[in-house]
């Protein structure tokens, strides 16, 4: 729901002012993508479209235990925190939504990391569902 997270951070920067920390907080837990994109060198569009929707084919995992974590959601809110401490509030809503709705997805996630309590959704990634709820945050972000 990569393109969710960022309308989320989008509309709730347009509601409450403070854009950037909003977004930052929608966006930064996917950063673990890019780290196993790298380290496996996927650089072909397809390969890497075709790697998130079928993890276990590939035998990799998108969400990385740390990142996609409430752990992480805390390490990262403390340096926002350090940077500038206003901002904290925004970016900790939005890294703590995308956590929410990462719930969903099938792929398995570790919310209580260094616990190894494993957290699965039901939902496919890229599913029907998921599009239309991308498609409506952006009617939302449109209007306001």
């Known amino acids: 729901m990569i393109f969710a997270h960022l309308l989320i951070g989008i509309i709730l920067g347009k509601i409450f002012g403070n854009p950037f920390f909003f977004i930052l907080g929608s966006i930064l837990p996917d950063i673990d993508h890019l780290y ?6 996927f650089f072909n569009f397809r390969k890497i479209i075709d790697s998130m929707k ?19 959601l805390i390490i990262f809110s ?14 900790f809503i939005g ?10 997805d099938i792929d398995e996630k570790y919310y209580l990391y260094p616990f190894n309590i494993k957290f699965k959704g039901f939902l496919p990634i890229w ?10 945050l952006l009617l939302i972000a449109i209007i306001l």
């Not at 599913?127 to 409506?136: A, G, M, V, Y």
């Open 36 to 41: 196993v994109i790298f380290k496996n060198k």
């Open 54 to 72: 079928t993890e276990r084919k590939f035998k990799i995992r998108y969400k990385t235990k740390f990142v996609h974590s409430l752990l992480g």
């Open 78 to 91: 403390m340096i926002v925190y350090f940077l500038d401490s206003k901002a904290v509030i925004s970016f």
């Open 95 to 104: 890294y703590l939504l995308h956590l929410l709705i990462d719930w969903g």
């Open 127 to 136: 599913s029907k569902f998921e599009k239309i709820f991308t498609l409506i």
